[in-house]
């Protein structure tokens, strides 16, 4: 193949491989076109309300406290002079590694009447049931508290990085025009880093929406439970797609709120040589406030429920630690694995298209695909059932004719069916970070290639992708981190008898049997700990190699 030929070869296939991956979204939105009628209807007409007020209320209390708590910190350790500031920093992106299930598990086992904790109370104080009032971790209060220590770290780690970027003159100016720390902060810090920390809450939104462990524990009626409910126990695939098209609504709307508040209202830093913001010392009841601050997210998101799990998992443990949990943890490694190459190779190969022929058709592609990470798992696996049963009838009748045996599952219930989902779900983390990595070449370095005779495809594999090997690196690693944690769609499509430690969790912990969940929810946080620690870095590398603020102005 020619230069020229590939030149348009490898953007058409990356539009190809967008189509692709988008026709499970597509599936879903068209369900609401398709009549249907049984019982589904009767059980969304009376059940319905409630799934909606219950999920609006979740992402409206998640939201506000991953809003304070995210914004907050990220102030204090960024543009104030807190005790212990670099190890706050980290420590505070360490509940992303934990999934919001595994603290729904840990925290139901141990502020729950048997558990621990009131069993303490009641031994020391000498109360019965009835004597005392302890809050009811199984509730929507509950779960907004689990949730919002889970999700936090996502405003945080974008309401930081949009600090950073803040020119120090203007903190500065404000200063001197008599604001103080705290009117700096709202009246001129706050509006500027307003669209990261827009973004960051509807992410956070977004992940509440697409949550199911830690709802069905708690067995709150939302739209993820009814999802699950109407197809397995209903068996209603058409009712489930059209509750999962009500739940892309919901999605649908939260971004188009981000958008238009990023939109609504711009704000530019100027001058071409940004400061870095200045210091607002701490000292008396303040710094001591400030460390609580910083201590408690990440003590109540990591530190309690790691503990409690290595606690359990040292005095019980799986049963099945052995020979079986390898098995287990083998095929996490293969589905994370693999589909994280695939993520990776497919990004590389819309980015570079991307880069090739920037044609609008090419950014909607692009784009397009991206939709898939803001989609529940449990409304892709969906979207990805009804289409692939489809085939396996059509191809079922075909081979039964022909052989005249009926051949069963082809395509769904396998492997292929549960890749193919994870790269619609999450192919927009690898592509994200491919797209940065690909924009820091310069396009000189292409014509450079070009003449010395390599044509696109080797100017790819030979200039391109060594000089992206760390973003590489740090997009199938973001990648596979997700797809470890990743439980509803794996839920769904799994293969018969193929389970992951993420299922192997939800097995043991639907069953009340934590302590034999945690060897596997152990192992699934002590993996998430790595890509914590390299966001970590990026975010500090954004601003320069001494993170953090640099000169004392504050007074």
């Not at 799934?51 to 998640?62: K, P």
């Not at 995210?70 to 934990?98: D, N, Y």
């Not at 005095?315 to 020979?323: E, K």
Request: hydrophobic letters at 55%; one cysteine or more; a positive charge.
């Amino acid at each position: 193949m020619t230069a020229r030929s590939l030149s348009w070869a490898l953007p058409a296939a990356g539009l190809a491989v967008a189509g692709g991956l988008s026709l499970p979204v597509l599936v879903v939105a068209a369900s609401v076109l398709v009549p249907a009628e049984g019982p589904w209807v009767e059980f969304v007409r009376l059940v319905l309300p409630r799934y909606v007020v219950t999920t609006v209320w979740l992402v409206l209390g998640v939201c506000a406290g991953a809003l304070v708590i995210g914004v907050g910190t990220a102030w204090l350790v960024t543009v104030c002079r807190v005790p212990g500031q670099r190890l706050w920093q980290w420590a505070l992106l360490l509940p992303m590694a934990v999934p919001a299930y595994l603290l729904a598990y840990t925290y139901a086992d141990l502020l729950q009447y048997a558990g621990p904790v009131q069993s303490a109370l009641r031994a020391w104080f000498g109360w019965s049931r009835g004597d005392y009032w302890f809050p009811q971790i199984r509730s929507l209060g509950g779960a907004i508290v689990v949730m919002t220590l889970a999700f936090y770290p996502y405003v945080y780690m974008l309401a930081r990085a949009a600090f950073l970027e803040q020119s120090g003159a203007a903190l500065e100016a404000s200063r001197t025009l008599g604001h103080s720390p705290w009117s700096t902060f709202w009246r001129v810090a706050l509006p500027l880093a307003r669209p990261g920390i827009a973004a960051g809450v509807a992410l956070v939104g977004m992940e509440v929406l697409a949550d199911f462990g830690t709802v069905k524990h708690f067995e709150l009626d939302t739209f993820a439970t009814g999802i699950y409910l109407t197809w397995f126990t209903l068996g209603s695939p058409v009712g489930a797609a059209r509750l999962a098209a009500g739940l892309m609504v919901f999605v649908l709307a939260m971004m188009s709120l981000e958008r238009l508040s990023r939109g609504s209202r711009r704000f530019h830093a100027t001058g071409s040589a940004p400061r870095r913001p200045a210091v607002f010392p701490l000292r008396g009841w303040r710094a001591a406030a400030a460390v609580a601050a910083c201590v408690v997210p990440p003590l109540g998101g990591f530190a309690l429920p790691a503990a409690a799990l290595l606690v359990m998992a040292v005095t019980a443990g799986d049963p099945l630690f052995g020979p079986a949990f390898v098995r287990l943890a083998a095929n996490t490694l293969l589905l994370a694995v693999l589909a994280g190459a695939l993520a990776v190779a497919i990004a590389a190969l819309i980015a570079y298209g991307l880069r090739l022929t920037p044609s609008p058709l090419m950014r909607l592609a692009a784009r397009v695909v991206g939709l898939g990470y803001s989609v529940p798992g449990a409304v892709i696996a969906i979207g990805v059932m009804i289409p692939f049963g489809y085939v396996d009838r059509a191809l079922g009748a075909w081979l039964h004719a022909a052989t005249g045996r009926p051949p069963g599952l082809i395509v769904s219930g396998t492997v292929f069916t549960l890749v193919y989902a994870y790269l619609v779900r999450f192919l927009a983390v690898s592509l994200g970070t491919v797209e940065a990595g690909l924009t820091r070449i310069r396009p000189t370095m292409d014509d450079a290639a070009r003449t010395l005779g390599h044509g696109p495809g080797s100017t790819l594999l030979r200039v391109h992708a060594p000089l992206m090997r760390g973003s590489l690196f740090t997009a199938a690693l973001l990648v596979v981190v997700d797809l470890l944690k990743e439980l509803p769609a794996t839920l769904i499509l799994r293969p018969f008898n193929f389970d992951t430690l993420a299922v192997r969790v939800y097995q043991l912990a639907s069953d009340e049997r934590l302590a034999q969940a945690s060897t596997a929810a152990l192992a699934i946080v002590a993996v998430g700990i790595l890509p914590v620690l390299i966001l970590d870095r990026t975010i500090a590398r954004a601003r320069g190699p001494r993170d953090g603020p640099s000169a004392a102005a504050g007074r």
